[in-house]
């Protein structure tokens, strides 16, 4: 098994203090620290300046905080503490105005030029804030719900039932062909449903209830392109808050050559040399895992 270092959004270099984010007094202690920072975010979007670098917020910002209620505690890193504030409840003006801004931005258009702590930071904002915004409701009994222990909670008003955040499991994978003397190394690739001509990507799909990672890896690559796949070996993960996922990286290698797509999720799929592959992923975005576990199989 190899462990692919340094996978985007996964290095946010932040103690969360789960032992102490349950201290209402220590939460706001760090708040008004003087070297916290407060990332603003409004509706997944980040907010940058006029430069185009991010918008980052000090904790005395009080229209920030008047706009944003109380804002999620992320963690403590050497600087200070930081914290996320979610502006969505505005209009775009209004949030942009209140945190200094002056347009928003995606936050993996903006990744080349972040980071490895900051995209990893931006990344738990997004999907933490994006969790608070849609559990306001108790999925039990319908009464509203309040947060607390920093963010990373939340109580029913009405049953006491407790929500905690909650990730979307999926798996993604490199498919390599059954070994065959004399002929190059090949790894399966295949373009999704409304991508551009040429771009070519890993196979991917969400866990399903009852499933093993392993499983949900041969029942993805199987149902798509009608591979078999047999040994399925664990190569990283990485944090996907697009909107709430954790991705699960793989190698796996296929049983069967034959290729027959499902036609829904795929337009087409074929197997790829390594020169081949290596010119498919020199366009593609470089912020996912899938980007890594194609460069270790080239490297190798």
Same mark, same amino acid.
């Given at each position: +098994?190899?462990?692919?270092?340094?996978?985007?959004?996964?290095?946010?270099?932040?103690?969360?203090?789960?032992?102490?984010?349950?201290?209402?007094?220590?939460?706001?202690?760090?708040?008004?620290?003087?070297?916290?920072?407060?990332?603003? +975010?409004?509706?997944?979007?980040?907010?940058?300046?006029?430069?185009?670098?991010?918008?980052?917020?000090?904790?005395?910002?009080?229209?920030?905080?008047?706009?944003?209620?109380?804002?999620?505690?992320?963690?403590?890193?050497?600087?200070?503490?930081?914290?996320?504030?979610?502006?969505?409840?505005?209009?775009?003006?209004?949030?942009?105005?209140?945190?200094?801004?002056?347009?928003?931005?995606? +936050?993996?258009?903006?990744?080349?030029?972040?980071?490895?702590?900051?995209?990893?930071?931006?990344?738990?904002?997004?999907?933490?804030?994006?969790?608070?915004?849609?559990?306001?409701?108790?999925?039990?009994?319908?009464?509203?719900?309040?947060?607390?222990?920093?963010?990373?909670?939340?109580?029913?008003?009405?049953?006491?039932?407790?929500?905690?955040?909650?990730?979307?499991?999926?798996?993604?994978?490199?498919?390599?062909?059954?070994?065959?003397?004399?002929?190059?190394?090949?790894?399966?690739?295949?373009?999704?449903?409304?991508?551009?001509?040429?771009?070519?990507?890993?196979?991917?799909?969400?866990?399903?209830?009852?499933?093993?990672?392993?499983?949900?890896?041969?029942?993805? =690559?199987?149902?798509?392109?009608? =591979?078999?796949?047999?040994? =399925?070996?664990?190569?990283?993960?990485?944090?996907?808050?697009?909107?709430?996922?954790? +991705?699960?990286?793989?190698?796996?290698?296929?049983?069967?050559?034959?290729?027959? =797509?499902?036609?829904?999720?795929?337009?087409?799929?074929?197997?790829?040399?390594?020169?081949?592959?290596?010119?498919?992923?020199?366009?593609?975005?470089?912020?996912?895992?899938?980007?890594?576990?194609?460069?270790?199989?080239?490297?190798?």
């Amino acid at each position: +098994m190899t462990i692919v270092p340094g996978l985007p959004y996964a290095a946010s270099g932040l103690d969360r203090g789960g032992s102490r984010r349950g201290d209402e007094r220590w939460i706001s202690g760090l708040l008004a620290g003087q070297a916290t920072v407060i990332i603003p +975010m409004w509706r997944d979007s980040c907010l940058i300046d006029g430069g185009g670098q991010l918008r980052w917020c000090a904790p005395d910002a009080a229209d920030l905080l008047a706009a944003c209620g109380q804002p999620a505690f992320l963690g403590v890193r050497a600087e200070g503490a930081v914290f996320a504030a979610d502006l969505s409840e505005l209009d775009e003006p209004a949030a942009l105005s209140v945190a200094g801004a002056t347009a928003t931005a995606d +936050m993996r258009a903006l990744f080349a030029g972040l980071s490895a702590p900051d995209a990893a930071a931006l990344a738990y904002a997004k999907g933490l804030l994006r969790w608070h915004r849609e559990q306001r409701f108790c999925g039990a009994c319908g009464s509203a719900t309040q947060a607390s222990h920093g963010g990373h909670q939340r109580s029913c008003e009405g049953c006491g039932r407790l929500l905690f955040p909650r990730i979307e499991p999926a798996v993604i994978a490199l498919v390599t062909a059954p070994p065959e003397p004399g002929r190059a190394d090949r790894c399966l690739l295949a373009r999704h449903r409304g991508a551009k001509p040429g771009a070519f990507a890993t196979l991917a799909g969400f866990v399903e209830i009852g499933e093993s990672l392993e499983d949900a890896v041969r029942r993805e =690559v199987t149902e798509e392109t009608g =591979v078999r796949v047999g040994e =399925v070996s664990y190569q990283g993960s990485q944090p996907w808050p697009f909107p709430s996922g954790i +991705m699960a990286g793989f190698r796996a290698r296929a049983l069967t050559e034959s290729i027959d =797509v499902d036609g829904e999720e795929l337009e087409e799929a074929r197997w790829f040399t390594r020169d081949q592959a290596r010119a498919a992923n020199a366009g593609q975005r470089h912020d996912s895992i899938e980007h890594y576990l194609i460069e270790g199989w080239l490297t190798e």
